[in-house]
Nanobody
Framework: QVQLVESGGGLVQPGGSLRLSCTVSGFTRDVYYIVWFRQAPGREREGVSA????????YYVNFAEGRFTISRDNAKNTVYLDMNSLKPEDTAVYYC????????????????????????????WGQGTLVTVSS
């Protein structure tokens, strides 16, 4: 069974930076797509960014574009989310999730599908890591 564990959350001041990690364990060979989501207090879960492998294609939602960077180290089975210029509204629990069965041939366009229908296609979720942006 594939398992995901997020880490790296914490308290950061507005304008600061933070790196989140999503480590994938278990049978990872067929895991080609990882997606970051977040859920702020009193709000619905929303997508943040996604990445595919082995080509490393990425996708960002509007609020993340230009501020957040997603990357993947396949050797370490880890996906990173580097967050810069953080704002108070970025405060949320951040989750990573994996699509366990979609083939790599789906390509980068699949990332948008995963963002739109996460409950249908993302089978495994991590426990989340809390990011608090406050002065």
């Amino acid at each position: 069974q594939v398992q995901l564990v997020e880490s790296g959350g914490g308290l950061v001041q507005p304008g600061g930076s933070l790196r989140l990690s999503c480590t994938v364990s278990g049978f990872t060979r067929d895991v080609y797509y990882i997606v970051w989501f977040r859920q702020a207090p009193g709000r619905e879960r929303e997508g943040v960014s996604a990445i595919s492998s082995p080509d490393g294609s990425t996708y960002y939602v509007n609020f993340a574009e230009g501020r957040f960077t997603i990357s993947r180290d396949n050797a370490k089975n880890t996906v990173y989310l580097d967050m810069n210029s953080l704002k108070p509204e970025d405060t949320a629990v951040y989750y990573c999730a994996a699509d366990l069965d979609s083939p790599p041939q789906y390509g980068s366009t699949w990332l948008r599908v995963l963002m739109g229908e996460p409950s249908r296609y993302l089978e495994v979720w991590g426990q989340g890591t809390l990011v608090t942006v406050s002065s």
